[in-house]
C-alpha cells in the first residue's frame, strides 16, 4: 500500500534561516513524488516533483527537494526562508504499480510552515 | 484565464437536501479529479475520470455521484446531504503525457457546510 507521512504539523523558523519539511514514503515500486503549497482559502499549487534523474530536484519559489531512496524521504528545503512561504505545505506520492499513468496521488496530511520576521 | 473553475465558491445548505457543485478546466487536460479536504486539513481523493470514463472510485457514499458530460468537465451531485459532508471539495485535473503529466492543478475549491 501506498502511503505518505510528514512527521511534523507545524514548522516555525524566523526568516533567513533555511527551511525544511520532512516527507517519507512508502510504495511498492519505484515512486513518483510530489510538493504541493496551499496557502489560505485556495487550492493547492504544484511545487515540484521527482519522477526520475537527480535525487535533488528544484522546484518554484527557490524551494528544491531530495530524494533520498535508501531513506524513503523526499524533504523539502529552502536556503532563505521568506515571510510569504507560510502556508500548508503537503507532501503526495503515486501509485505506479500498475504502470498506468493514471494512478491515484497519495497526499501526506500537510505541514503548516511559519516564517516570521 | 482560470485554469480550473469551480462554482460556488461557498454552498451553505440544510441536512438532507441535495446539492451540485461543477468544475470545468480550459487546459484540455484529459483526466478531472474530486478530493474532499476535511477540516483538519487532511486531502482525499474521490473520484477520477479519464475522458469521461470512471476510473477511480474511492469508497465514497453513494450519496455522491460524479458526472463527467465532457471532459473539461466534472461535476459532483450529492444527495441527502449530512453534517459530515462538510468540508472543502476540491476539482483538479492532470494531462496523461508530457512534461506534465502526473502533475495536478487544482480549483480554487468550494466550501460546503450543512446545517
Known amino acids: 500500500a501506498q502511503s505518505v507521512a510528514q512527521p511534523e504539523d507545524q514548522v516555525n523558523v524566523a526568516e533567513g534561516n533555511p527551511l525544511t519539511v520532512k516527507c517519507t514514503y512508502s510504495v511498492s515500486g519505484n515512486p513518483y513524488l510530489f510538493w504541493y503549497v496551499q496557502y489560505p482559502n485556495r487550492g493547492l499549487q504544484f511545487l515540484l516533483k521527482?519522477?526520475?534523474?537527480?535525487?535533488l530536484v528544484k522546484g518554484s519559489y527557490g524551494f528544491e527537494a531530495e530524494f533520498n531512496k535508501s531513506q524513503t524521504s523526499f524533504h523539502l528545503k529552502k536556503p532563505s526562508a521568506l515571510v510569504s512561504d507560510s502556508a500548508l505545505y503537503f507532501c503526495?506520492?503515486?501509485?505506479?504499480?500498475?504502470?498506468?499513468?493514471?494512478?491515484?496521488?497519495?497526499f501526506g496530511r500537510g505541514t503548516q510552515l511559519t516564517v516570521w520576521p | 484565464d482560470t485554469a480550473v473553475s469551480q462554482t460556488p465558491k461557498y454552498l451553505v445548505t440544510q441536512m438532507g437536501n441535495d446539492k451540485s457543485i461543477k468544475c470545468e478546466q480550459n487546459l484540455g487536460h484529459d483526466t478531472m479529479y474530486w478530493y474532499k479536504q476535511d477540516s483538519k486539513k487532511f486531502l482525499k481523493i474521490m473520484f477520477s475520470y479519464n475522458n469521461k470514463e470512471l476510473i477511480i472510485n474511492e469508497t465514497v457514499p453513494n450519496r455522491f455521484s460524479p458526472k463527467s458530460p465532457d471532459k473539461a468537465h466534472l461535476n459532483l451531485h450529492i444527495n441527502s446531504l449530512e453534517l459530515g459532508d462538510s468540508a472543502v471539495y476540491f476539482c483538479?485535473?492532470?494531462?496523461?503525457?508530457?512534461?506534465?503529466?502526473?502533475?495536478?492543478?487544482f480549483g480554487a475549491g468550494s466550501r460546503l457546510t450543512v446545517l
Open positions: 483538479a485535473s492532470s494531462q496523461d503525457r508530457g512534461q506534465g503529466a502526473n502533475v495536478l492543478t
Open positions: 503526495a506520492v503515486r501509485d505506479t504499480d500498475r504502470g498506468s499513468t493514471l494512478g491515484r496521488l497519495y
Open positions: 521527482y519522477i526520475t534523474g537527480d535525487n
